[in-house]
């Protein structure tokens, strides 16, 4: 008898658990659990990196450690961020750069009797004025994947471009003591992990083509570097003391830009002195909205942060934390907020020959609108996705890092050579890889939807990089952003849904198993690890469904008080957070 009172008990509770709407369960979550063998009773099984007095987040360990001890050294946020990206062109040549582009978002605390204010810097490359419409054609009018990958499809490189404007407005350290640890690391050399091994080998084909890849990051004999072995990197070394004793200068004048032209024409590419000199990154207030009440500093076009921002505007209009997370209609939702946001990105082009409508797309009226085409029982496709119109709405291998200081200053920065290695080349005597990013053109199309993309001579290209802010109340609560091309705006979603909706310490906010959907007939694809039975659930609403490899590799820092919470994604090897203490 006591076992059959014990058995009604349980089903009862079972079905009293199951009968509870999702929010509810979560809310008496604690009260249902045990212990789980620990008198502390963590809830969630992924822990953040703890620290005090500031932190950096980044892919490569060796490059946090250096934006870690300017801190200590007294610099701010941005003098931190600086350093690390430097760092990270020695440590992560694949992403890390010199000779890519990116995006900044900088926010400084009120202090000594200036107002707190945030700001976007968009360094991302720039078509040459020799940029033709049949630059990167084949003989049938397509574009042609060996002159992406080639001399042919570098744009003008922005990243020193950009951490120079950082610091002239923000910076507190001397400029070449936010380069010398790079100089440091390039000359005397880093022993390389197994995933830089592992990663420079597997291009060793591809780099062979060029010369000057060759010698940068082979060896004499052309075969690559085992793990642990010491990489010394001499001629990028060179090129950085260019920078750190000439500023800005160093890199777009003077000796290195000569050796850049030079290697770049002799390469069959078009970009000249003036178009180095003249190089200019733009500066501009963030992309403002918000997400359940919490204000969202986003990076505007040529970025995608209106493209995130539109998805979680069509979000917020669905009661998410009751459906509970990994539920068949969370993920159903954020599917369809995606076929939306990506139909949508055919608005986001690059200036100043196309002005993208970033208040309609990112408005919360817009949203609304575009979220009234979601139903929970079926699937949009292209066929039943109607063009919107942001327009009425508007008013008169790639990496990231984060970084945030004790005084409530915090930089998100993702930057890039737009595909893994870039282009592949060296200019030779110059040590560093060269982007690809003319490729992010739709060259050969006559496509009017396809406008916004059309190759011209010094259009800024675009990008589906979206690094961000997250504030609550007045300072910094979130800081993140991550590297994955067109993987990239889906896993920022999934961060934001994770960390807001269903309360998620940052580091479980990552680690979750992600999803990515492009456009409406595109596949939804999963990462390993949601359950098998989700897969039929989703199917029967229409989703064509295909497991996928990772994506993105978030480096986010959440900040309470004087606690900082890192987490360094762990889908990629050889990332950290850490903080100063």
């Given at each position: 008898?006591?076992?059959?009172?014990?058995?009604?008990?349980?089903?009862?509770?079972?079905?009293?658990?199951t009968?509870?709407?999702?929010?509810?369960?979560?809310?008496?979550?604690?009260?249902?659990?045990?212990?789980?063998?620990?008198?502390?009773?963590?809830?969630?099984?992924?822990?953040?990196?703890?620290?005090?007095g500031?932190?950096?987040?980044?892919?490569?360990?060796?490059?946090t450690?250096?934006?870690?001890?300017?801190?200590r050294?007294?610099?701010?946020?941005?003098?931190?961020?600086?350093a690390?990206?430097?760092?990270?062109?020695?440590t992560?040549?694949?992403?890390?750069?010199?000779?890519?582009?990116?995006?900044?978002?900088?926010?400084?605390?009120?202090?000594?009797g200036?107002p707190?204010?945030?700001i976007?810097?968009?360094y991302?490359?720039?078509?040459?004025r020799?940029?033709?419409?049949?630059?990167?054609?084949?003989?049938?009018?397509?574009?042609d994947?060996s002159?992406v990958?080639?001399?042919?499809?570098?744009?003008?490189?922005?990243?020193?471009?950009?951490?120079?404007?950082?610091?002239q407005?923000?910076?507190?350290?001397?400029?070449?003591?936010?380069?010398e640890p790079?100089?440091r690391?390039?000359?005397?050399?880093?022993?390389?992990?197994?995933?830089?091994?592992?990663?420079t080998?597997?291009?060793?084909?591809?780099?062979?083509?060029d010369?000057?890849?060759?010698?940068?990051?082979?060896?004499?004999?052309?075969s690559?570097?085992?793990?642990?072995?010491?990489?010394?990197q001499p001629?990028?070394?060179?090129s950085?003391?260019?920078?750190?004793?000439?500023?800005?200068d160093?890199f777009?004048?003077?000796?290195?830009?000569r050796?850049?032209?030079?290697?770049?024409k002799?390469?069959g590419?078009v970009?000249?002195?003036?178009?180095?000199?003249d190089?200019k990154?733009?500066?501009?207030?963030?992309?403002?909205?918000?997400?359940?009440?919490?204000?969202?500093?986003?990076?505007?076009?040529?970025a995608?942060?209106?493209?995130?921002?539109?998805?979680?505007?069509?979000?917020?209009?669905?009661?998410?934390?009751?459906?509970?997370?990994?539920?068949?209609?969370?993920?159903?939702l954020?599917?369809?907020?995606?076929?939306?946001?990506?139909s949508?990105?055919?608005?986001?082009?690059?200036?100043?020959?196309?002005?993208?409508?970033?208040?309609?797309?990112?408005?919360k009226?817009?949203?609304?609108?575009?979220?009234?085409l979601?139903?929970?029982?079926?699937?949009?496709?292209a066929?039943?996705l109607?063009?919107?119109?942001?327009?009425?709405?508007?008013?008169?291998?790639t990496t990231?890092?984060?970084?945030?200081?004790?005084?409530?200053?915090?930089?998100?920065?993702?930057?890039?050579?737009t595909?893994?290695?870039?282009?592949?080349?060296?200019?030779?005597?110059?040590?560093?890889?060269?982007?690809?990013s003319?490729?992010?053109?739709?060259?050969?199309?006559?496509?009017?939807?396809?406008?916004?993309?059309?190759?011209?001579?010094g259009?800024?290209?675009?990008?589906?990089?979206?690094?961000?802010i997250?504030?609550?109340?007045?300072?910094?609560?979130?800081v993140?952003?991550?590297?994955?091309?067109?993987?990239?705006?889906?896993?920022?979603?999934?961060?934001?849904?994770?960390?807001?909706?269903?309360?998620?310490?940052?580091?479980?906010?990552?680690?979750?198993?992600?999803?990515?959907?492009?456009?409406?007939?595109a596949?939804?694809?999963?990462?390993?690890?949601?359950?098998?039975d989700?897969?039929?659930?989703?199917?029967?609403?229409?989703?064509?469904?295909?497991?996928?490899?990772?994506?993105?590799?978030?480096?986010?820092?959440?900040?309470e008080?004087?606690?900082?919470?890192?987490?360094?994604?762990t889908?990629r090897?050889?990332?950290?957070?850490?903080?100063?203490?």
């Amino acid at each position: 008898m006591a076992d059959l009172r014990t058995r009604r008990w349980a089903i009862a509770l079972l079905l009293a658990a199951t009968a509870l709407p999702a929010s509810a369960q979560e809310e008496g979550a604690v009260a249902q659990r045990g212990s789980g063998g620990d008198i502390v009773a963590y809830e969630q099984i992924h822990g953040a990196t703890l620290g005090r007095g500031g932190m950096v987040a980044s892919q490569s360990a060796p490059a946090t450690r250096v934006g870690t001890e300017i801190l200590r050294q007294g610099g701010n946020a941005v003098d931190a961020a600086i350093a690390t990206a430097f760092a990270e062109a020695v440590t992560l040549p694949r992403a890390g750069n010199l000779g890519g582009g990116g995006y900044m978002v900088v926010h400084m605390a009120a202090r000594d009797g200036k107002p707190a204010t945030t700001i976007t810097i968009n360094y991302y490359g720039l078509a040459p004025r020799a940029t033709t419409p049949s630059l990167l054609l084949g003989t049938d009018g397509k574009q042609d994947p060996s002159k992406v990958m080639s001399f042919k499809g570098v744009a003008v490189p922005g990243t020193v471009a950009g951490l120079w404007e950082a610091h002239q407005r923000f910076g507190t350290l001397p400029w070449a003591k936010l380069v010398e640890p790079a100089i440091r690391l390039a000359r005397d050399g880093v022993p390389l992990s197994d995933g830089e091994a592992e990663a420079t080998a597997g291009r060793a084909k591809m780099m062979a083509r060029d010369p000057g890849a060759r010698a940068a990051f082979f060896k004499p004999d052309g075969s690559p570097y085992a793990p642990g072995e010491l990489f010394r990197q001499p001629n990028l070394a060179w090129s950085l003391e260019q920078i750190a004793s000439r500023g800005r200068d160093g890199f777009y004048k003077g000796e290195l830009a000569r050796r850049l032209v030079a290697g770049i024409k002799a390469g069959g590419g078009v970009i000249d002195a003036r178009d180095l000199a003249d190089f200019k990154a733009a500066v501009a207030p963030p992309i403002w909205s918000s997400y359940r009440g919490q204000r969202i500093a986003y990076m505007p076009p040529t970025a995608s942060g209106v493209s995130v921002a539109e998805a979680m505007n069509i979000l917020e209009t669905f009661p998410l934390k009751q459906y509970g997370w990994g539920s068949v209609n969370t993920l159903h939702l954020i599917s369809e907020a995606m076929k939306i946001a990506s139909s949508d990105r055919r608005f986001v082009g690059g200036e100043p020959q196309w002005k993208t409508p970033a208040i309609g797309l990112a408005s919360k009226a817009y949203a609304a609108e575009r979220a009234k085409l979601i139903t929970l029982n079926g699937s949009l496709t292209a066929a039943t996705l109607p063009d919107g119109n942001p327009y009425r709405h508007e008013s008169p291998d790639t990496t990231h890092f984060s970084v945030a200081d004790k005084d409530g200053n915090a930089v998100a920065n993702t930057y890039t050579l737009t595909a893994s290695y870039g282009a592949h080349v060296v200019a030779p005597g110059t040590g560093f890889l060269l982007n690809n990013s003319l490729g992010n053109f739709a060259w050969g199309s006559k496509d009017p939807a396809r406008k916004a993309t059309w190759p011209a001579p010094g259009k800024r290209l675009g990008s589906t990089i979206t690094p961000m802010i997250v504030f609550r109340g007045e300072k910094p609560w979130l800081v993140t952003g991550t590297p994955g091309g067109g993987y990239i705006i889906a896993p920022m979603v999934q961060v934001l849904v994770n960390a807001i909706d269903f309360n998620l310490n940052i580091a479980e906010a990552a680690e979750r198993p992600r999803l990515n959907q492009g456009a409406a007939d595109a596949p939804l694809e999963l990462e390993s690890g949601f359950s098998p039975d989700i897969i039929p659930l989703l199917e029967a609403r229409g989703h064509k469904v295909r497991l996928s490899n990772t994506m993105g590799s978030t480096q986010s820092i959440m900040i309470e008080g004087d606690k900082f919470m890192g987490a360094s994604d762990t889908r990629r090897p050889d990332a950290l957070a850490l903080g100063v203490r």
